[in-house]
Every structure is written in structure tokens, then in C-alpha cells.
């Protein structure tokens, strides 16, 4: 740790937090941030979010009475300060390594970390759970949900607080909305903090709600005295908040107030956690905070990769091919500027997605819709009916939170959605609540669905003019990362629905490979004739729906033995296909090994560290073989 950290070198617990006067505080705060910057410039990480977050972190578990009371963070990449400040300090240098710190909020990690938090907008319906629980127990611990504002464009959100204010309004359930995007002027800021502070006063609440009554309880004209006096009110405390919404919701609010100031954020959390009902504190704070480049940049460093600290140039990466979400990107433009019908939807990752460059060369066909991946996909449905040709861009781990409505709104009625899923298979990092390792299972089963997965960064443009031309619905899954480095072709040729291919012949075993799987079985096989004079024949299968059957059935036919691998769980998965493919057409005495995820979820870790693991590589290929063979 660095010398100048000596406060926070003294914290092994929110006990020894609160040892500290608030003049220390902001110095706190400055050695968490340092610490934060110096970690996540060489591990990688949410970097602007959490050093947002830092003095939040710090006064809520200066207030309240962790981990007895409860936080959640929402999203957990928020809490690098709240893991600083529960004896994590130690091992915070290991955030986002393998066998290291998550770089989300983890219940198996610390007791500390209510609830696991790496998809968004949970954190309501959530404490809402744990409130109710308390109240069942006659625990009278609190609970605080930490949302983000972003997290506040998702459905589950509102459903979370319709409950809460409509049948739970005795429960004791604390929002706070870490705004990290309005900013706010001096004055007005000010103003917000002064009135916040004073009417989160547990008695002054008492005599407002009182006076209330009185002038509702007034003959003939009460109601209508009450509501303009209500209006006036809310019209000077919120005319720059959503407090009307809120209150709307039967919560209390109070805000904005200046999220940086902790002074003010200590008070008026030592005011509202003595109300005992749904409260909402609106907290305004800057993304990146005391690091410039972030400040400047909060998009970029929104979630970055290891880099240089005095410049915050990201260090460069070790090839130059372009990765998959910057060909598919490409691509999109390409496509869409020969197809007016095309358009373009994500759920607030235009970044992580690729599609900066298309909603810049056609704003009017693109559509952000926040994060709300179940409204992003009937939506696109919706366009669909009249014409379009709708290409949502969702990373696979989030497109699960749409799955009823790829069922019931896409395929149904067979309408001609494009699904590319960035970040299919092992990403890395992120872990368990990022990986996507579920997608081939889930899509393969739904009626009307197509599902392919391309073997390298020409074949994903292939398939995209593929999904595009295609009149139903139709996936393809990519993984995160470098493309293999091959030559793009400059006239992008679509793929025949169901077509597969093969790479190498060879009469002892058919590895039969999709996707990011292909070129590992394509290194095995070369080691496999090279050290052990086996010959494998390698099909890169394309298509996990419809599967090609009229080449897969006469191979297997012939060599008998049969290795399928794929970067997904194996459980109805690709292999999976082919086994039912086998048994239909009653080709059951070929010996088949399935290689694939069995049946866990993954940690987090380097993608090449996780597949060599979880054996879907080219090592565990050769090994696999082998074994077949009787080496």
C-alpha cells in the first residue's frame, strides 16, 4: 500500500471506520480513491462508477451498522470502496483475478455483500425480499438499495418500487439513487442539501404528515387545499428532481443532495434511517471523481482494460486484429447502407456493442432503449410487424433476462428479429453473472429459432448478411475479443441457412466444432497428426440449428468415433443437438464425447486460463482423443 494511505491502511472493518472523526474523511477518501486508480490500472475494471462512489460508500457504512444492516449495490461494480472498507483491503490488489476479489458485489465473498449484483436494477425487488424477511423475524435491522441511475431504465426497478409503496409501505426499505450522470450548479445543489436536510428530520416529517391530514380533513375544500399546498411544496423542493415520481411511488424523497459532501450525506442518513417507511434519497455524484481522465471520460472508463496512469492511454493490446464487436460494428454500417430496412438496437451498450459508428451514420435507425432487454426485444418485434428488419445487439448473458419475449413476441409468430449476441462463451474477468455459457442451449429449443456461430471475424459478417436476409428469427453468438486475424473479404457473401463445412479430413476421429471451438479443434488436430499420427477430420458445423445434416450423418457414418466441443454448458447445448441428430436418424453406435462447460458456473479469470480448466481447448481436445484412441 502506499505510504500516504495510512488512514485507510487502519481499516480492517466499518467498526474501525467509525473510529475516525469526519475531518479525516475526505483524506479517506482521496487514499481510496488512489488506491482504486493504482488497482484497476493494472487488473482493469469499472473504474468511473466506483471512484463515484467512494465518499457514498464511505458515509453509509459510517451510518449504519453493517453487515447487521444490509447494502446493496446495484450495480455491484459500484462498490470497489464498500470491498476497500470491509476487510477486503489486504486483497484488493487481486479484484478481478483469477482466485481474486470479484469485481462485483459477491454474497460467498463477504458477509458484508448482501446480495450478489452483476446483472442491473435488482437491487429494489431485492431489499424489498430482505425488508419483508426482517419484518417477519421482528428484525429491525435496515435495508439500503444503492441504484444507479442507469440501473433505473430497467422495468424490474419500478416493479420493485410499485410493491413497495403500494402493499409494503410499513416496511423499512431505503433507496438510494446514486445519479452519476445529472450534474447540478453550486447553488441549486445548496438549496437541495439545506431542504433535504430539513425535512428528513424525523419529527418535522411527523408534523408535516400531521398537517396534512388537518387540511384534508377541512369540509368541502381540504382535498383541493391539501393538493395545492402539496404542489407548492413539491414544486420549490423538486423542480429539478424526479421527486414527484417517487413520491408518486409512496416513498419519502429527499434530494437532490451533493453526493461528494460528506458532511451532508452523514447527516441526512443519520435523519432518514430513523423513518420507518420506503424512503428515496436522490445522491448526484461524478463518474470518474478524482481521477481527471475519468472525469473527462466516463464512458471510456466506464469499464477499461489496464492503463497507463499519468496518461489513462490504455496499454496496447498484443495483436492487432480487431475484435468481434468492432468487425460486427463495421459490418452494420456496411449492411445498413445497402438496406434501409435495417435498424439497430441495444440496451444501453452502444459502446460494448459496437454500434457507435451506426447510430452515427443513422441516428433515425437506432435505438437505445436503456436497460431493458425484455422491452428492447418486443420492441424490436414491434418494428418487425411493420417491415423492418430489427438487429438487436445484447451481450448473451443479458439477452436471458429476455427470454419469454424471444418465445412469445419473436418466434411465435416467426418475425424477422436479428439476435447478436456479443460476449457468447467465457469472457473472462467479469465471471459468473458475465459469462455466457447458457445462449446455444436456450436458443436451440425454441421453435422457428435459427442459431449459428461463426469461426472466425469474415465468417461473423457472412452470418450477419446471413440473419439480415433471413425472414424469421434468427441468432448468432460471437465471443468477446480478438477476431483470429483473417483477411476480411471486401464482398460479404451470405452463408446457406443449415450449411457446414470442412477444414481438415482425416479417418480416426470427427471433431465436429462450432464457433470460437473451431480453431482450437483445428490446433488439435494439427498436434494430433504431428506428435501422435492420429488424422481427424474437423467440420466447423456453422449452424447449431438447423444442423447440416446431410454432411455430419455420412461422416459419422464412416469414422464412428466423435468428439463435439462448443464453449457453452453441455446440458442441451451443441453436442447435445448432435446426439438427437444421431439418435433420429438411428446412427447409435458411433462412440460420442461431448466437450463443453459441465454442468457449473465459471469463476472469474483470463478467458485462456478458464478454458484450459474447464477443458474446451485445443489441449483438452488432443487429450480427449487420445483417450479415445486407447494412447
Known amino acids: 500500500m502506499h505510504p500516504s494511505s495510512h488512514l485507510l491502511d487502519s481499516i480492517d472493518s466499518p467498526e474501525d471506520l467509525k473510529k475516525l472523526s469526519r475531518s479525516t474523511l475526505p483524506e479517506l477518501a482521496k487514499e481510496i480513491r488512489k488506491t482504486i486508480v493504482d488497482v484497476v490500472s493494472t487488473s482493469g475494471g469499472h473504474?468511473?462508477?466506483?471512484?463515484?462512489?467512494?465518499?457514498?460508500?464511505?458515509?453509509?457504512?459510517?451510518?449504519?451498522?453493517?453487515?447487521?444492516?444490509?447494502?446493496?449495490?446495484?450495480?455491484?461494480?459500484?462498490?470497489?470502496?464498500?470491498?476497500?472498507?470491509?476487510?477486503?483491503?489486504?486483497?484488493?490488489?487481486?479484484?478481478?483475478?483469477?482466485?481474486?476479489?470479484?469485481?462485483?458485489?459477491?454474497?460467498?465473498?463477504?458477509p458484508y455483500d448482501a446480495f450478489t449484483t452483476g446483472h442491473s436494477s435488482t437491487s429494489i425487488s431485492a431489499g424489498l425480499g430482505i425488508a419483508c424477511a426482517k419484518h417477519l423475524k421482528k428484525d429491525t435491522a435496515k435495508v439500503v438499495a444503492v441504484i444507479g441511475d442507469g440501473s433505473l431504465t430497467a422495468g424490474i426497478a419500478y416493479e420493485g418500487l410499485n410493491q413497495t409503496g403500494d402493499t409494503h409501505k410499513d416496511k423499512d426499505l431505503i433507496v438510494i439513487l446514486n445519479d452519476n450522470e445529472m450534474s447540478i450548479s453550486q447553488n441549486v445543489g445548496a438549496l437541495s442539501s439545506l431542504l433535504s436536510r430539513t425535512f428528513?428530520?424525523?419529527?418535522?416529517?411527523?408534523?408535516?404528515?400531521?398537517?396534512?391530514?388537518?387540511?384534508?380533513?377541512?369540509?368541502?375544500?381540504?382535498?383541493?387545499?391539501?393538493?395545492?399546498?402539496k404542489r407548492s411544496e413539491e414544486s420549490f423542493k423538486t423542480f429539478v428532481t424526479p421527486g414527484m415520481l417517487f413520491e408518486a411511488f409512496n416513498f419519502e424523497y429527499f434530494g437532490p443532495i451533493d453526493g461528494h459532501n460528506l458532511n451532508h450525506l452523514i447527516d441526512i442518513l443519520n435523519n432518514i434511517k430513523t423513518i420507518n417507511e420506503p424512503v428515496l434519497l436522490h445522491v448526484i455524484t461524478r463518474k470518474g471523481k478524482?481521477?481527471?481522465?475519468?472525469?473527462?471520460?466516463?464512458?471510456?472508463?466506464?469499464?477499461?482494460?489496464?492503463?497507463?496512469?499519468?496518461?489513462?492511454?490504455?496499454?496496447?493490446?498484443?495483436?492487432?486484429?480487431?475484435?468481434?464487436?468492432?468487425?460486427?460494428?463495421?459490418?452494420?454500417?456496411?449492411?445498413?447502407?445497402?438496406?434501409?430496412?435495417?435498424?439497430?438496437?441495444?440496451?444501453?451498450?452502444?459502446?460494448?456493442?459496437?454500434?457507435?459508428?451506426?447510430?452515427?451514420?443513422?441516428?433515425?435507425?437506432?435505438?437505445?432503449?436503456?436497460?431493458?432487454?425484455?422491452?428492447?426485444?418486443?420492441?424490436?418485434?414491434?418494428?418487425?410487424?411493420?417491415?423492418?428488419?430489427?438487429?438487436?445487439?445484447?451481450?448473451?448473458?443479458?439477452?436471458?433476462?429476455?427470454?419469454?419475449?424471444?418465445?412469445?413476441?419473436?418466434?411465435?409468430?416467426?418475425?424477422?428479429?436479428?439476435?447478436?449476441?456479443?460476449?457468447?462463451?467465457?469472457?473472462?474477468?467479469?465471471?459468473?453473472?458475465?459469462?455466457?455459457?447458457?445462449?446455444?442451449?436456450?436458443?436451440?429449443?425454441?421453435?422457428?429459432?435459427?442459431?449459428?456461430?461463426?469461426?472466425?471475424?469474415?465468417?461473423?459478417?457472412?452470418?450477419?448478411?446471413?440473419?439480415?436476409?433471413?425472414?424469421?428469427?434468427?441468432?448468432?453468438?460471437?465471443p468477446r475479443g480478438q477476431g483470429v486475424g483473417v483477411d476480411l473479404d471486401e464482398s460479404i457473401e451470405p452463408i446457406p441457412i443449415g450449411s457446414a463445412e470442412v477444414l481438415e479430413r482425416g479417418g480416426d476421429i470427427l471433431i465436429l466444432a462450432i464457433g470460437s471451438m473451431v480453431s482450437e479443434a483445428q490446433c488439435a488436430a494439427e498436434q494430433l497428426s504431428e506428435n501422435h499420427g492420429i488424422h481427424a477430420t474437423v467440420v466447423n458445423a456453422r449452424f447449431v440449428k438447423p444442423l447440416d445434416r446431410e454432411l455430419i450423418l455420412p461422416l459419422v457414418q464412416d469414422i464412428r468415433r466423435v468428439i463435439t466441443v462448443e464453449e457453452n454448458v453441455v446440458q442441451g447445448g451443441f453436442g447435445s443437438a448432435i446426439l438427437e441428430l444421431l439418435n433420429v436418424d438411428g446412427v447409435c453406435n458411433a462412440e460420442v464425447k461431448r466437450l463443453g462447460i459441465d454442468d457449473a458456473f465459471v469463476e472469474h479469470g483470463p478467458q485462456r486460463a478458464m478454458r484450459s480448466k474447464y477443458r474446451v481447448d485445443a489441449a483438452a481436445i488432443v487429450d480427449t482423443v487420445r483417450t479415445m484412441m486407447e494412447f
Open 47 to 110: 473504474l468511473a462508477s466506483s471512484l463515484g462512489a467512494v465518499e457514498l460508500g464511505i458515509a453509509l457504512h459510517y451510518v449504519f451498522d453493517t453487515p447487521k444492516d444490509k447494502i446493496l449495490w446495484d450495480v455491484g461494480h459500484q462498490a470497489y470502496a464498500h470491498k476497500l472498507l470491509t476487510g477486503r483491503r489486504e486483497q484488493f490488489g487481486t479484484l478481478r483475478r483469477q482466485g481474486g476479489l470479484s469485481g462485483f458485489t459477491k454474497r460467498s465473498e463477504s
Open 200 to 229: 428528513s428530520a424525523s419529527r418535522l416529517q411527523s408534523l408535516r404528515k400531521e398537517f396534512g391530514e388537518f387540511l384534508k380533513s377541512l369540509p368541502r375544500i381540504g382535498e383541493n387545499v391539501y393538493q395545492l399546498a
Open 290 to 478: 478524482g481521477y481527471p481522465q475519468a472525469e473527462q471520460n466516463p464512458v471510456y472508463f466506464h469499464g477499461v482494460g489496464s492503463f497507463d496512469i499519468d496518461t489513462g492511454v490504455c496499454r496496447p493490446k498484443k495483436t492487432n486484429a480487431p475484435s468481434y464487436t468492432e468487425v460486427f460494428g463495421q459490418t452494420m454500417v456496411e449492411l445498413a447502407q445497402k438496406n434501409d430496412k435495417i435498424i439497430a438496437v441495444t440496451a444501453a451498450m452502444p459502446e460494448g456493442t459496437g454500434l457507435v459508428p451506426f447510430s452515427k451514420a443513422f441516428p433515425d435507425r437506432f435505438f437505445d432503449v436503456g436497460i431493458a432487454e425484455q422491452h428492447g426485444v418486443t420492441f424490436a418485434a414491434g418494428m418487425a410487424t411493420e417491415g423492418y428488419c430489427p438487429v438487436v445487439a445484447i451481450y448473451s448473458t443479458f439477452l436471458q433476462r429476455a427470454f419469454d419475449q424471444i418465445i412469445h413476441d419473436v418466434c411465435i409468430e416467426n418475425l424477422p428479429v436479428v439476435f447478436a449476441l456479443d460476449r457468447g462463451g467465457i469472457v473472462g474477468e467479469d465471471g459468473p453473472t458475465h459469462h455466457g455459457l447458457f445462449d446455444i442451449s436456450f436458443l436451440r429449443t425454441i421453435p422457428n429459432m435459427v442459431v449459428m456461430a461463426p469461426k472466425d471475424e469474415n465468417e461473423l459478417r457472412r452470418m450477419l448478411a446471413t440473419a439480415v436476409a433471413h425472414n424469421g428469427p434468427i441468432a448468432l453468438r460471437y
